[in-house]
């Protein structure tokens, strides 16, 4: 069984489209995050959300909405694409808190 | 505020070679340290962590890093690389201060010849 999964795996679409892209964890973790992955391979943190409660929010623009229905998921919903938006997102889960993040496999975003 | 540097964003090493990938980090408070690996196209998985007690962590694969507080490094190691450990590394930060998100540095790819 996959820890922490992503769908889809690969994005591709054009500017101004409204896309989202999901993340489930089966590890009973009460923590997950979204970072994104720049075409040079910087990880940077987007948000963080603690039992369905938005803990982190790291300057993103408001085009990115996170939404947690549950402790198991949290969702990446983004408006109005732009070129700038094209990477890759992962989604990461944490048990305690300083634990280990296991990451997913990412979201590869292209926007055209 | 937290922050990592990778010194060298490509290392290069003979199969068979030590492999050393240096890390340097700022932290105002005791810091969570680790080491991610990242295969093509793939996501990040966990080499090793360094939380408290022994500072010299061993982790998958034979990698290993020792946490030097008086350098602010914990530099990763492994003694005979192998064509496998061909892979972006990374190295994070996590700390207390309102959050326990991970600061990345940029990462180190490491390409291994025969």
């Known amino acids: 069984d996959t820890a922490v999964s992503q769908t889809p795996k690969y994005l591709v679409t054009q500017m101004g489209n409204d896309k989202s892209i999901k993340c489930e964890q089966n590890?009973?973790?009460?923590?997950m995050y979204w970072y994104k992955q720049d075409s040079k391979k910087f990880l940077k943190i987007m948000f963080s959300y603690n039992n369905k409660e938005l803990i982190i929010n790291e300057t993103v623009p408001n085009r990115f909405s996170p939404k947690s229905p549950d402790k198991a998921h949290l969702n990446l919903h983004i408006n109005s694409l732009e070129l700038g938006d094209s990477a890759v997102y992962f989604c990461?889960?944490?048990?305690?808190?300083?634990?280990?993040?296991?990451f997913g496999p990412g979201t590869r975003l292209t926007v055209l | 505020a937290q922050s990592v540097t990778q010194l060298g964003s490509h290392v290069s090493v003979s199969e068979g070679a030590l492999v050393l990938l240096r890390c340097n980090y700022s932290s105002s408070v005791p810091p969570y340290l680790f080491w991610y690996v990242q295969y093509p196209n793939q996501g990040l998985q966990l080499l090793l962590k360094?939380?408290?007690?022994?500072?010299l962590v061993k982790g998958i694969n034979g990698f290993e890093a020792e946490f030097k507080k008086s350098e602010t490094s914990f530099h990763l190691t492994k003694p005979s690389a192998h064509m496998s450990d061909a892979a972006e590394y990374f190295c994070a930060v996590s700390g207390k201060g309102g959050s326990e998100k991970l600061v990345f540095g940029k990462g180190t790819k490491l390409t291994v010849n025969p």
């Open positions: 590890l009973g973790h009460d923590t």
């Open positions: 360094y939380t408290t007690g022994a500072t």
């Open positions: 990461a889960s944490q048990g305690t808190s300083r634990d280990t993040q296991y």
